[in-house]
């Protein structure tokens, strides 16, 4: 689970869907609050963790779009409402590039480093 929030590299599907289950996990206890929140100290704390969540949202989505061989750019397409549930549910489904690309390696094929013992 390391760089959970960077643009860089390529994760897989599992990693997909746990870091997105991580991400909106906030969301929920604001969800099945029993009455909609009556000042604005809780509207924007809602809305402050609404645009984080969205930002890991992209960022997860643009590292999996690269494990899709496409730009991260199509990430900007998950903003569209009608076309990201759909969008979302591709990017579970489909499986990734199996050899490496211009952003890494197959995830989780990453070679480690041996340690030296000085």
């Known amino acids: ?3 959970f929030a960077l643009f860089q590299g390529r994760i897989n599907r599992v990693d997909l869907v746990v870091r997105l289950l991580l991400c909106f ?17 809780h509207v924007l704390l809602a809305g402050l963790v609404l645009a984080v969540c969205t930002a890991l949202a992209a960022a997860v ?9 496409l ?3 199509y990430a900007l397409a998950l903003l569209v409402p009608v076309i990201n549930l759909p ?3 591709l990017l579970v ?6 050899a490496a690309n ?10 480690r480093l ?3 013992g000085r």
Do not use: F, I, K
Request: glycine content about 8%.
């Open 1 to 3: 689970m390391r760089q």
């Open 25 to 41: 996990s906030p969301l929920l206890p604001a969800y099945y609050l029993p009455a909609p929140p009556h000042n604005w100290l």
């Open 61 to 69: 989505a643009v590292r999996r779009l690269h494990d899709l061989y």
């Open 71 to 73: 730009s991260g750019w």
């Open 87 to 89: 969008a979302y549910v």
């Open 93 to 98: 489904l489909l499986p990734g590039t199996p």
């Open 102 to 111: 211009p952003w890494g390696p197959v995830p989780g094929t990453e070679p």
């Open 114 to 116: 041996a340690r030296t």
